[in-house]
């Protein structure tokens, strides 16, 4: 597509509540990242794929984060048990090379209540 | 590893004035360095990028950059702001020697622009 897209736009979880982000990457982009922003604070790095390798998943903050990208296009980022620590933006990202600059998706924010 | 740091967190203007947005780094390999824009409610959109070659770097909506590696800035400027330039602006920073580090951000300068 023309642009990253990441869907739904919003999510609301209660409390315990697994779910699921997707990011559909610009098409032919290898590299693939995932950020957390919260609330006034800039974007803190998650996890990066290349093609369908997860190269770096040092940013994830506990193992109620995993993500997914198995056929190198889509991604998905899920949350176990939620819990209201994780209310925030996540953005997705997509480059080809890496050194240009990644293009952003608009971002799903989670609500967890 | 990486650091930045946006001394402002919220600038106020008034329209048609002059604006720098200051950013540092910390890092102890060479970088390429970023700002981008996010307007409320949208994702990021990159303003600019220095790579290498000329320190003084020129991105969209009139905004220009400059890299100074003695002082480890890369300030944004703009000679004359608009209300539309209201919006959160990040200074990112990535790691040049290899190809595949995340970006690192700075916690952000609101810029507000005043009528």
């Known amino acids: 597509g023309a642009g990253v897209s990441q869907s739904p736009r919003y999510k609301v979880a209660k409390r315990g509540q697994d779910v699921a982000l997707r990011c559909d990457p610009i098409?032919?982009?290898?590299?693939l990242f995932w950020y957390q922003q919260a609330l006034g604070q800039g974007p803190e790095f998650l996890t990066y794929?290349?093609?369908?390798?997860?190269?770096?998943k040092s940013g994830l903050p506990s193992d109620r984060f995993f993500a997914e990208r198995p056929e190198g296009s889509v991604s998905t980022l899920k949350i176990q048990r939620t819990q209201q620590e994780d209310s925030a933006v996540y953005l997705c990202a997509s480059s080809f090379a890496n050194r240009g600059g990644y293009t952003f998706g608009s971002g799903t924010r989670l609500t967890v209540v | 590893a990486q650091s930045v740091t946006q001394l402002d967190s919220q600038v106020p203007v008034f329209e048609e004035a002059p604006v720098e947005l200051r950013c540092n780094y910390s890092?102890?390999?060479?970088?390429?360095l970023f700002w981008y824009v996010q307007y409320p409610n949208q994702g990021l959109q990159l303003l600019l990028k220095?790579?290498?070659?000329?320190?003084l770097v020129k991105g969209i909506n009139g905004f220009e950059a400059e890299f100074n590696k003695s002082q480890t800035s890369f300030h944004l400027r703009k000679p004359s702001v608009h209300i539309s330039d209201t919006a959160e602006y990040f200074c990112a920073v990535s790691d040049f020697d290899s190809g595949n580090t995340p970006l690192v951000f700075g916690k952000g300068t609101r810029l507000s622009v005043i009528a």
């Open positions: 220095y790579l290498s070659g000329s320190t």
């Open positions: 890092s102890s390999v060479s970088v390429y």
């Open positions: 098409s032919g982009h290898v590299s």
């Open positions: 794929f290349q093609n369908e390798a997860q190269l770096d």
